[in-house]
């Protein structure tokens, strides 16, 4: 393409203007020219700037912290809600009739098996026992004269001094005043067993607690209120209720040999009590019901506790962490890895191929102190990310940072 000619007329300055593709001649010193000159090249500069691409600089990639899985002994803990029951239960029910004369003992306070409670006056128990002793004296008396008699008559029945009917008439009376004295020594004793029950003794050694009667009221053999309670505090049970479903997966885990049981001693138990606090004792498992409840399905689980201060009383709510064994192979990762999806369920952030996030459903089974127990979801060599989760989304690529030394510090203390 020609270049136009410069005109005349003084000093010029060719200015080429992209936009147009033209060449321009100005005065870039003299007057009116001048500023324009100034303008126009000052234009010229910033359409030129304009017109060329700029290239934006490279963006760094989020850093997210990651742990690597992997597995460890992990003791299976199983938190179940129940409530405490008394190992021994003892109501205090009158044996005979009759007008209470003593309460011996104080309402709430401890009393040793033995110990007596109440005192029924035994003024018509002691005369039935005295006329069953008279009874008795009575029909030994009769069998020594009979007796005699018999001896008597046996040597003159032989030589038919006296008849043979005699004889044995004195004969039988001996036997009737034998078994006259066998039912007197019955009336006797159950005499004397009335009489004894007009005082009552606690049945074992416990708690006591209120007296449902004071001195002066009439009480009758077997009635259905019960005059006070006894119940032994020391030790105590925790009743919990585990699904068969959970029973069952611990059976087949056990067989399997991926869970085994802590040494040779029953599971231990710890309580947390309905204020939030832990009960400072740790119980051990007692037994487990054979039966599953049908309208539950639920299997009864039974702790012992000591409870030396009266802490636990029968009736309370609490909850119960049963130490059921060691997983060998099991995987913790920390909580605050573990998000939820709308639907409810747990999930963690991995980081894969490529440096691309991912996200996962896992399963939880438990927590140790900060840490979750994963049961699902989760292989040996996965990378959780635990740190910077706000960076990362799935199908996102990151730098990543491994910090499955410092959790497992953390975890450790």
Same mark, same amino acid.
């Given at each position: ?15 080429? $203007?992209?936009?147009?593709?033209? *060449?321009?001649?100005? $005065? ?6 001048? /500023? ?10 910033? =359409? ?5 691409? %700029? ?14 899985? $992997? ?6 803990? *199983? ?9 021994? *239960? ?46 008795? +004296? ?21 030589? %038919?001094? #006296? ?52 001195? @002066?009221?009439? =009480? ?8 006070? *309670? =006894?119940?032994? &505090?020391?030790?105590?049970? #925790? ?10 997966? &611990? +059976? ?11 040494? /040779? ?18 119980? +051990? ?26 802490? &636990? ?26 998000? $939820? ?9 991995? #980081? ?10 896992? %399963?939880?089974?438990?927590?140790? @102190? ?6 699902? @979801? ?5 990378? #959780? ?9 799935? @199908?996102?690529? =990151? ?15």
């Amino acid at each position: 393409m020609s270049t136009p000619a410069a005109p005349s007329g003084g000093p010029i300055v060719s200015v080429f $203007h992209p936009a147009d593709k033209k *060449t321009h001649w100005i $005065h870039p010193w003299s007057g009116r020219n001048g /500023a324009i000159a100034a303008a126009s090249l000052a234009a010229l500069v910033l =359409v030129s700037g304009c017109s060329k691409k %700029q290239t934006p600089p490279a963006t760094a990639l989020p850093q997210v912290g990651v742990i690597t899985v $992997h597995t460890q002994p992990v003791a299976r803990i *199983t938190d179940l809600p129940g409530r405490t029951s008394a190992v021994l *239960t003892s109501e205090i029910r009158p044996q005979v009739s009759g007008v209470i004369l003593k309460r011996l003992f104080a309402e709430g306070s401890d009393v040793k098996a033995g110990q007596p409670l109440y005192q029924i006056d035994p003024a018509t128990y002691q005369a039935s026992y005295d006329s069953a002793e008279a009874t008795l +004296k009575h029909a030994q008396a009769a069998l020594a004269t009979d007796r005699a008699k018999a001896a008597r008559y046996k040597p003159l029945a032989a030589a %038919q001094a #006296v008849s043979e009917q005699d004889y044995d008439d004195a004969v039988a009376a001996t036997l009737e005043d034998e078994a006259d004295i066998a039912s007197a020594k019955a009336a006797l004793d159950q005499a004397q067993i009335n009489l004894q029950y007009t005082r009552m003794y606690a049945p074992i050694s416990g708690t006591i607690g209120a007296s449902s009667v004071t001195p @002066g009221a009439l =009480v009758t053999a077997d009635q259905a209120t019960a005059l006070a *309670t =006894v119940t032994q &505090l020391d030790p105590i049970y #925790v009743d919990v209720n585990e699904s068969s479903a959970t029973w069952l997966r &611990l +059976k087949q885990e056990q067989d399997s040999g991926q869970f085994e049981r802590q040494g /040779a001693g029953a599971a231990k138990v710890s309580l947390m009590l309905e204020d939030g606090s832990t009960y400072p004792l740790t119980g +051990k498992l007692q037994f487990s019901q054979v039966n599953v409840d049908e309208m539950t399905g639920t299997v009864l689980v039974r702790a012992i506790f000591s409870n030396p201060n009266h802490l &636990l009383l029968p009736g309370m709510y609490v909850h119960a962490k049963l130490e059921e064994g060691v997983n060998k192979n099991g995987i913790l990762i920390p909580q605050q890895a573990v998000s $939820h999806d709308t639907r409810g369920d747990a999930t963690v952030l991995l #980081v894969g191929a490529k440096n691309m996030v991912s996200q996962r459903v896992i %399963q939880i089974g438990g927590n140790v @102190g900060s840490d979750w127990i994963i049961t699902g @979801g989760l292989q040996p060599g996965d990378k #959780v990310i635990v740190d910077g989760l706000l960076n990362a989304a799935p @199908g996102q690529a =990151v730098s990543s940072v491994d910090e499955t030394r410092s959790f497992v510090v953390s975890s450790a203390n």
